[in-house]
């Protein structure tokens, strides 16, 4: 078999990479230029209210990104005009119908494509349901309608592994995706459609809006704005500041509805939030399009980079982040299956990924899917990862030059350590939580009903410590819950035999330009030496910081 080149794949193309402001689009724009610099054109999005503001925010912000050093150190003062000649910043949002762009431009931009890579997503756990669908499912559509624009239609969307849902085992590349819901063995002959799910959704929205107009509730939310302002020692009856506070009531109750409505649906076809929901949605459009090259990548969960911009780059946390922040400040119990492997791949070899399939894109027609995940081929699992956690904190800890000797080592000490979801939720955070609650509610009791009184300031003081207490509490537990699909029920093996056979098919003198091998990772290394540090230094402060807030 002859083995094909990205490098005259990519001579001359074009590539349209939506999301390039992203964690994995920054990434995946800078390699695509540093490594075939003779690419075409490169299109990228980089939403803002107006083009003159999103060139700005290009200029600023994302190409003056730690991602781009490599081409930095490599062009130098020479590095604005190679990205003025190569890069096409657009003003997109996937959204909106022609991704925001007049009819002459979505054309213009449409006909000159080879192929686009959509790593646009939406990443957040549970939003409301309406905005989960946004980008993730109505995006989806968007963009498929604008690549069928294409004189030869090619489109590359990035998924995540996780659409598999509740469930535990392999997960093959070749499982069917479309019609596929986690719960399919369980419920028989039940049919899963994306177009009635789409349809039923926007009913379920609309009654929550209707709902939220229902004279009992609009009673109900006044109720609620007069005693909020009563708190607040603001005028309850000022008709200006209880009809908005009265708005601000419907509005939270709304969100809160369509949140819950979307986590009890997704959880009832069997995906554990409304994420992993959407872009299971999202996935099946692409895959229900038969008349155009289209491939479905999707990594596992997207970790700091090993090599590529540079050992440790990493950004976000949405990922193994907060539990791990949590870790090092001292929450000693992590929910976990031993036996899980925690399937995480970083994000270099993702990007390597994404560019190897888009340029089979460019040239053939890929597999349907690819997953880009490393534990078949080099599993980690969660018992090894929270001891090599508790290492890297008793390090940190050591090295640390403050504090009496002695109370740094017995600190160091307390390491983290694996506990079943059972002793979790009998002995740590969600019983400190309940705790917090009852002595909270307590409180409330103990206050003088007779108003006033030298002890009501002294119980008020408190109340507010120990319902600081509840909700840094309630905040970290919630963090660990929404894990846990991920660190304690699902014990996933996500197959890259169709990464591996891609990549074996790149010629031998081009391996090292797009690299995938994870079974020559040594997994402690890549945790002490390049992770756990990244993490440290590019992720955590921000993480504190936003806690702090
Ligand atoms: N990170 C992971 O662990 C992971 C794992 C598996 C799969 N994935 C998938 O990989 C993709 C990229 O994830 P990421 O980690 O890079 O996320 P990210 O850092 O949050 O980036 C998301 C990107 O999507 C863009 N975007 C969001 N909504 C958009 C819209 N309506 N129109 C145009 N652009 C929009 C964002 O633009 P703005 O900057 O303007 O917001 C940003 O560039 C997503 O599809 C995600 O589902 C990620």
């Known amino acids: 078999m002859t083995k ?27 390699m695509l230029l540093h490594r075939f610099p003779n690419v075409g054109r490169v299109y990228i999005t980089v ?59 979505a054309q213009r931009i449409a006909g000159d494509l080879d192929v686009i890579i959509n790593s646009a997503g939406n990443v957040t756990f549970n939003p409301t349901l309406e905005s989960g669908l946004r980008t993730n499912v109505v995006g989806t559509q968007n963009v498929i ?20 849902g509740n469930r535990s085992g392999a997960v093959w590349e070749n499982d069917d995706v479309l019609g596929y819901f986690p719960r399919k063995h369980e419920l028989k002959g039940v049919e899963f459609s994306v177009d009635a799910e789409i349809r039923d959704c926007a009913k379920m929205s609309e009654r929550a809006r209707a709902e939220a107009k229902d004279a009992m509730m609009a009673a109900h939310f006044r109720e609620q704005a007069r005693q909020r302002l009563d708190e607040e020692m603001r005028d309850a009856d000022d008709p200006d500041a209880l009809g908005l506070a009265v708005a601000r009531e419907r509005k939270v109750w709304t ?44 990594p596992s969960i997207v970790e700091s980079a090993r090599s590529y911009p540079f050992p440790g780059w990493n950004e976000g946390f949405t990922t193994t982040a907060p539990i791990i922040f949590m870790a090092l400040k001292g929450q000693r119990q992590i929910p976990a299956n031993e036996k899980l492997i925690l399937d995480i ?62 109370f740094r080592e017995i600190s160091a000490r307390f390491e983290p350590f694996r ?30 009903r007779w108003g006033g009184g030298r002890y009501e300031g002294v119980i008020n003081r408190m109340k507010q ?17 929404m894990f846990l699909p991920f660190t304690v029920e699902n014990a996933y093996v996500f197959r890259s035999d169709n990464v ?17 091998n994870p079974e020559t990772f040594d997994w402690y290394d890549y945790w002490m030496n390049i992770h756990m540090p990244g993490l440290k230094k590019w992720v955590l402060p921000t993480l504190e910081e936003e806690m702090r807030a």
């Open 4 to 30: 094909f080149s990205p490098t005259e794949v990519y001579k001359d193309r074009k590539v349209f990479l939506i999301g390039s402001t992203g964690f994995l689009g920054k990434v995946t724009l800078s």
């Open 47 to 105: 939403r803002a209210r107006s083009p003159e503001e999103s060139e700005t925010r290009f200029w600023n912000n994302v190409i003056t990104a730690p991602p781009f050093d490599p081409l930095r150190e490599r062009y130098g003062d020479a590095l604005d005009g190679f990205i003025r000649d190569k890069v096409v910043v657009v003003n997109g949002d996937i959204a909106e119908e022609n991704l925001g762009f007049t009819e002459e431009e």
């Open 145 to 164: 309608a604008f690549a069928k624009r294409m004189k030869r239609p090619a489109l590359v969307h990035i998924s995540t592994c996780f659409v598999a």
């Open 255 to 298: 969100r809160n509805r369509l949140t819950e409505l979307g986590i009890e649906r997704a959880k009832f076809w069997g995906w554990p939030n409304i994420y992993t929901y959407a872009k299971a949605l999202g996935e099946q459009l692409v895959a229900a399009e038969t008349g155009i090259v289209r491939s479905i990548v999707r």
């Open 345 to 406: 791949t970083p994000v270099d070899l993702v990007s390597s990924v994404m560019l190897a399939v888009a340029a089979q894109a460019c040239v053939a027609e890929p597999k349907l899917v690819y997953q880009a995940a490393t534990g078949a081929a080099n599993p980690n699992n969660m018992e090894r990862i929270i001891s090599l956690v508790g290492l890297f904190r008793r390090q940190q800890e050591l090295e640390k030059n403050d504090g009496l000797r002695l």
């Open 419 to 448: 506990v079943s979801a059972e002793r979790f939720d009998a002995t740590s955070l969600p019983m400190m939580n309940n705790a917090a609650k009852k002595v909270s509610s307590l409180l409330d009791k103990a206050k003088p």
């Open 465 to 481: 410590t120990v319902d600081r207490v509840e909700e840094q509490t309630r905040e970290a537990k919630e963090a660990f819950e």
């Open 500 to 516: 591996r056979a891609l990549f074996e098919s790149i010629r031998e003198d081009e391996q090292q330009l797009l690299t995938w």
